[in-house]
């Protein structure tokens, strides 16, 4: 998991309407609805669970310390999606106990090594890796009108593209998997071979040279320059969990609505719908 910075997250709070009107002119979904889409619920039904989940959001001193505006930040997206969502008073074990004494659904919270949202009652653990990667997905689905069928690229296998591309794999994109490191893009390929049989997953030994070879990514990597200003081309549409963002400013500006990237608001409203998504 990436640790964030306060200079990441300190505007989020307040452009969270911009950002979801971003999000509909590139997906033609709000915030709720892509969370929706992700783990396959209906949007109202979505809605009517998170009005009704309270969630404690609780600071954790451990590893590097509190980030200073992530809880809040967390707090300010559970609100916008409808949620009775505040940060607790105490960090820590207090902070849980707290939780717990006044009788709170669900709580969210975060060390240096998971990001968590745990509902009390039912014992669903949402992880943010894997809830970024669906969500993301589900966005470059919602992108092009259904991935079924076209090519679908996943930069970086690692536990997000790793989610990402087993929503891809799932949803019948044709998937192409890279990574710097050859033997996570085969690992991930046996992965994706067992729960897809005859699905067409192909590891790559370098990247594509133009969109026409990839016109859906992925991009899950922690690298600033993953995609080249070359692929970043009209016909290319990119869902970018990875911090940094893997594409130039000047790609970024000229892709416009045919890039959906967040560094936070996505995958936690795919943790708030996969915490009250039912399950199998």
């Known amino acids: 998991m990436t640790r964030l910075t306060n200079s990441d997250i300190r505007d989020i709070s307040a452009s969270l309407s911009v950002y979801d009107a971003e999000l509909k002119a590139a997906t033609g979904s709000s915030m709720l609805g892509i969370a929706a889409h992700a783990w396959g619920m209906d949007e109202t039904m979505l809605s009517e669970r998170l009005r009704a ?34 940060v607790a008073e105490h ?13 709170a659904d669900a709580v969210f919270m975060a060390d240096d090594h998971r990001f968590v949202g745990i509902h009390l009652n039912t014992r669903v653990v949402a992880d943010n890796s894997e809830a970024t990667g669906r969500v993301f997905a589900a966005a470059l689905d919602l992108m092009a ?11 970086g296998c690692g536990p997000v593209g790793e989610a990402g591309a087993r929503a891809l794999a799932g949803a019948g994109a044709k998937t192409m998997l890279y990574d710097i490191n050859p033997e996570a893009s085969q690992a991930l390929k046996a992965l994706l071979d067992r729960e897809n049989a005859g699905a067409p997953v ?6 594509p040279e133009g969109p026409q070879e990839a016109s859906y990514i992925l991009e899950a990597t922690p690298s600033g320059q993953s995609i080249p200003d070359g692929l970043a081309t ?13 594409i130039s400013s000047h790609a970024a500006d000229r892709m416009g609505p045919r890039l959906v990237h967040d560094k936070l608001e996505l995958g936690v409203a795919a943790m708030a719908a996969d915490l009250v998504a039912d399950k199998p």
């Not at 009108?145 to 930069?155: D, F």
Request: charged fraction near 15%.
């Open 91 to 103: 960090p820590d074990v207090w902070g849980l106990a707290s939780a717990y004494d006044t009788g």
């Open 234 to 246: 009209a016909g290319v549409y990119v869902a970018a969990p990875g911090v940094p963002l893997g």
């Open 202 to 207: 192909e590891v790559l030994a370098a990247l």
């Open 145 to 155: 009108g259904g991935i079924k069928n076209r090519p679908a690229l996943v930069l």
């Open 53 to 86: 989940l309270t969630v404690r959001v609780i600071p954790v001193s451990g590893g590097q310390g509190i980030i200073t505006d992530f809880s809040r930040t967390v707090a300010a997206i559970l609100n916008f999606l409808g949620c009775d969502a505040r």
